[in-house]
């Protein structure tokens, strides 16, 4: 059974960069499948961050696409979200996701990140 | 603002359907067949309930089922139980620009 656990710091000042990685257990994150992350601001939706897939292809949602990074490190099963010039918009809680291009089958918990000086 | 849009509500009392629409707001999107849908209750991280608008991923109930018309893709619940009462979220993904787009949730009641 797969499982997947975000850590990172959970403040974050405005104009920095949030660093998240998410450390998978019970498969082998170069046997495949898409690697991803959404967020979710208190109280509100659910936002599609992007994915990259165990060859270490990646995808963005455009919007952030400027500001974003995912990365994967296979030694290590683990992978990475960087987000750049954060402000209090990005202020959410963030989950780490394994699935498909176009679909999400399983989560992390999630990690609550405030960006606040 | 969503490309996906669904109600922001809707109730029904246990043992009835409820249908959770999502229209989307742009023709690449409205032309994907890759819609999925997830419930998320309170405090917890959501789950996948239906993939490629219809499939049910193993162990999901056959309560929760889907479908497409058009631009609009519909999650039914059928036989509402307490236990349905959670947020409910619709994405699209769109093969040509490799991106997922989500609805902007429903709130689903109980009564």
């Known amino acids: 059974q797969v499982q997947l656990q975000e850590s990172g710091p959970g403040l974050v000042k405005p104009s920095e960069t949030l660093s998240l990685t998410c450390t998978v257990s019970g498969y082998s994150i170069s046997s495949g499948y898409f690697w991803g992350w959404i967020r979710q601001p208190p109280g509100k939706g659910l936002e599609w961050i992007g994915n990259i897939y165990e060859g270490g292809s990646t995808n963005y949602n455009p919007s952030l696409k400027s500001r974003v990074t995912i990365s994967i490190d296979t030694s290590k099963n683990q992978f990475s979200l960087k987000l750049s010039s954060v402000t209090a918009a990005d202020t959410a809680v963030y989950y780490c996701?394994?699935?498909?291009?176009?679909?999400?089958?399983?989560w992390g918990q999630g990690t609550l990140v405030t960006v606040s000086s | 603002q969503s490309a996906l849009t669904q109600p922001a509500s809707v109730s029904g009392s246990p043992g009835q359907s409820i249908t959770i629409s999502c229209t989307a707001t742009s023709s690449d999107v409205g032309g994907s067949n890759s819609v999925s849908w997830y419930q998320q209750h309170p405090g917890k991280a959501p789950k996948l309930l239906l993939y490629?608008?219809?499939n049910r991923p193993s162990g999901v109930s056959n309560r929760f089922s889907g479908s497409k018309s058009g631009n609009t893709a519909s999650l039914t619940i059928s036989g509402l139980q307490a236990e349905d009462e959670a947020d409910y979220y619709c994405?699209?993904?769109?093969?040509?620009?490799?991106?997922?787009?989500f609805g902007g949730g429903t709130k689903l009641t109980v009564l």
């Open positions: 996701t394994r699935g498909q291009s176009r679909f999400q089958s399983n």
């Open positions: 994405v699209s993904y769109t093969s040509s620009t490799r991106t997922q787009v």
């Open positions: 490629d608008v219809s």
